[in-house]
């Protein structure tokens, strides 16, 4: 079986065909499915935020059979993981796409449990500080900041914690973050 | 009838003797049905079908446990008109539980073709509906061969399941769908067992078609769900892929066309 890193390719990755978005309604409706939940368990195990359709995701090609995702097959798979809830376009022309491989209000959990074991209530914290400082820690949390800040404005905190910062959804791992953003945890988090 | 080979290998050596003294019986029988001795051919046939049974009682396990005995038995039941499959009960079910080997076999087939219909639309070779089967009962006590598989499906299609099975060349698909193949189909199917796929040139040049009739079936074959199309290799040719003629474990990037 073949494999990327540790992470276990399902059959069908080696299939050529299923490179290709298919005509026929009911194949394409098991291609789609297929390839839906083959990305998200990629990026739940590789702890992946954001997929840019124009980049090298390693899912979007397969060297051994020689074929790729064409970009509207890597639009139509990602839209049905966003028309399933798993996930949401960051931009209004479908280049960028957040996986929510956890759902919003599990997100929302984790950090209010993270804030309440840590006694961080009524502070200022850093998305650095948020991101060393919880589970998410040590592994590679390309998009995190995307992934905090798309919660962070549609999530309904009410005033239990605000988001100070400019919202960039172009920011990529390479840009140095701390200080960058910061969002304010009331002490009604809880 | 020639004595039949294979026989020996068994963990029963006594087994196989009493079977292979069987078929000796039997071809005395059709010697009898040549000379027109009707008495005592109905008197032979009655020791013989006595015989036929006590052998059942006492090597169930025999049966029971080798694919390819089983399959021999089978063969010698359906000589002398005994079909233990026939139904659960009675002698022969009773006898031999084998009703219930095949039944359950039956369900498990249908269920495979059902779960892996989407992927290959209602068409799977036999082979890979064996491994399929085979990997699901791992901790089964009984080995099952294609030939076993056979005979399931015979029964299912008593039942009206729409259970057929088709040759291929050497090979043989079971299709679990109303799909009616016609030759053109079959052909079509046939040359894709080389590299699991055909493209439109390929089945013109060796098939001697219209390019019209080439790509008429392809289609139809597309549109029924027995194919997908394939516009990924560097030459830019449309490949038309068919699971049914592929293992789902071994796909692999070879491709000399």
Known sequence: MQTLGEFKLPHFFNYPPYFTLQPVRDTREKQIQLWRELILDYCRTQKIFVVGLDEDFPLFSNPVIERSLSHEAREAFLSAVVAEGRAEWLDKSHRKCLILWHRIQDWADLIIHFVKDNGLEDSVMTVEEIRSGSSLEGQVNFGLESCLQYMFSIFSWGNRASWNGPYDSNASAETPRTQREACNLQRDLC | ?257
């Open chain 2, 1 to 257: 009838m020639r004595r039949r080979p294979g026989i020996g290998g068994l963990q029963s050596a006594v087994a196989a003797r009493v079977l292979a003294s069987l078929f000796d019986q039997y071809r005395l029988l059709g010697e009898n049905v040549a000379k027109l001795r009707t008495d005592l051919m109905k008197e032979q046939l009655a020791t013989f079908r006595s015989q036929l049974e006590d052998f059942a009682r006492k090597h169930k396990n025999d049966i029971r446990k080798n694919p390819a005995f089983r399959s021999q038995f089978h063969e010698m039941c359906a000589k002398i008109g005994v079909d233990p499959l026939a139904s659960n009960k009675g002698f022969w079910a009773e006898l031999l539980g084998i009703g219930d080997f095949y039944y359950e076999l039956g369900v498990q087939i249908v269920d495979i073709c059902l779960a892996t219909r989407p992927h290959n639309g209602g068409l799977i070779s036999l082979e890979e509906l064996c491994k399929v089967l085979g990997s699901r009962r791992k901790g089964a006590r009984e080995a099952v061969s294609q030939d076993d598989c056979l005979r399931a499906i015979s029964k299912l299609k008593v039942l009206g399941n729409g259970f057929e099975v088709i040759s291929l060349g050497k090979k043989k698909l079971v299709r679990s769908v109303p799909t009616e193949l016609n030759k053109d189909h079959n052909e079509i199917l046939e040359l894709a067992q080389g590299q699991g796929f055909v493209t439109v040139d390929e089945v013109e040049r060796r098939l001697s078609w219209s390019s019209g009739r080439a790509t008429d079936a392809l289609e139809t074959l597309l549109e029924e769900g027995l194919a997908m199309i394939d516009d990924g290799h560097k030459d830019g040719r449309r490949r038309y892929w068919f699971p049914c003629v592929s293992s789902v474990s071994s796909y692999t990037a070879t491709d000399t066309i």
